[in-house]
């Protein structure tokens, strides 16, 4: 285990998954200070190795002694993990950014979207909920709406892809994609992905909600600091790889126009614009896959409000949904000063 006693030493937990490794990507590209990187995941990863501004570097078995010394820790890894682990780390000073669900909605720990609410972080370091992928999306879209127009209600309905729920279900959909070409649907499972959409994404829970859909209905309330907002999210994972989409229709305290809509979107941060009605020219989750923007398109007027609007958000889930606006997070508090 390497020491982690130098002041720009960054961990990594969970590295070698999907989100773990797409984070490290993005620390690649961010002129985020790190002159020591520690990268840590399970026995099933520890030994491998993964390159880092163009240096090797060995991945590790968890240990939380690489907390000690290090500004920055990034978990990636299961929820159990965080909750046992996150609090120390924060204790040894560093700043944590959670990519779990087990903090976001605690009194005291900021959930944080860097483009709405960087404000919601104290002077000192501690843990930072990293919001979920769709409601991270979600979220973007909808605050230059709120800012403009005001927010009183919001439908959605997520289009979730595989990768959202971890490497081994992308790769189950592979497998059972295969499977169906070569042998026909009897190959797999009825509840398979595979050219298919299941309309259940989380555990159940009350209400005839499903966690996913908790999740971005209470989480977009805290992040937008809209704790009244009405809001129904129903959640479908669909068989793509990456890039979550989103159809939302969103009713505003005051009148919109969708041009006045698209104007508002162009220019806020963090937000790309694909909306070609004639020429059919939409974002796609393939489209969005390996981008940072969150994309928006078919804006338009929904007509079932005195004043609405109705669009379409898609993003990365791995990036925006996820390592990126973690590193974002980051970048955002070394340019504030904090860090």
Not at 74 to 80: C, E, I, L, Q, T
Not at 218 to 224: D, P, Q, V, Y
Not at 234 to 243: D, Q
């Amino acid at each position: 285990m390497h020491s982690a006693t130098r002041r720009n030493c960054a961990v990594v937990v969970g590295a070698t998954g999907l989100v773990g490794s797409a984070i490290v990507r993005c620390l690649e590209r961010f002129p985020i200070p790190i002159d020591s990187l520690i990268l840590l995941a399970g026995e099933r990863s520890a030994g491998t190795t993964a390159v880092f501004r163009g240096e090797e570097h060995l991945v590790e078995l968890f240990d939380p002694i690489a907390f000690k010394g290090a500004k920055w820790v990034f978990f990636s890894g299961k929820d159990g993990m965080s909750e046992e682990f996150c609090p120390v780390a924060a204790d040894e000073g560093a700043w944590v950014i959670d990519n779990s669900a087990v903090f976001r909605m605690k009194n005291g720990i900021p959930l944080v979207v860097p483009e709405i609410n960087m404000h919601a972080v104290g002077e000192n370091p501690g843990i930072i909920a990293n919001p979920n992928c769709s409601t991270i999306q979600l979220a973007v879209a909808l605050a230059p709406i709120r800012d403009n127009f005001g927010l009183k209600r919001v439908i959605v309905s997520t289009y979730q892809s595989s990768s959202g729920a971890g490497g081994e279900y992308l790769n189950g959909l592979l497998e059972d994609t295969r499977g169906i070409l070569e042998k026909g649907e009897d190959a797999v499972g009825r509840e398979s992905l595979a050219f298919n959409c299941l309309p259940a994404v989380g555990s159940p829970g009350e209400g005839g909600r499903f966690g996913e859909e908790t999740k971005l209905e209470n989480e977009l309330r805290k992040i937008l600091e809209l704790d009244d907002l009405k809001v129904c999210a129903s959640a479908v994972r669909v068989p793509t790889l990456v890039g979550h989409a989103e159809t939302v229709v969103a009713e505003t305290e005051r009148p919109v126009e969708p041009e006045e809509a698209r104007r508002v979107l162009e220019s806020a941060r963090g937000i790309g614009i694909l909306d070609d009605p004639g020429s059919g020219s939409f974002p796609t989750p393939r489209q969005a896959a390996g981008t940072d923007p969150v994309w928006v398109g078919r804006i338009r007027r929904a007509c079932v409000f005195e004043n609405d609007l109705a669009f379409w958000v898609v993003a990365d889930n791995l990036r925006k949904g996820a390592a990126l606006n973690a590193v974002q997070i980051a970048m955002s508090l070394l340019e504030s000063g904090k860090a």
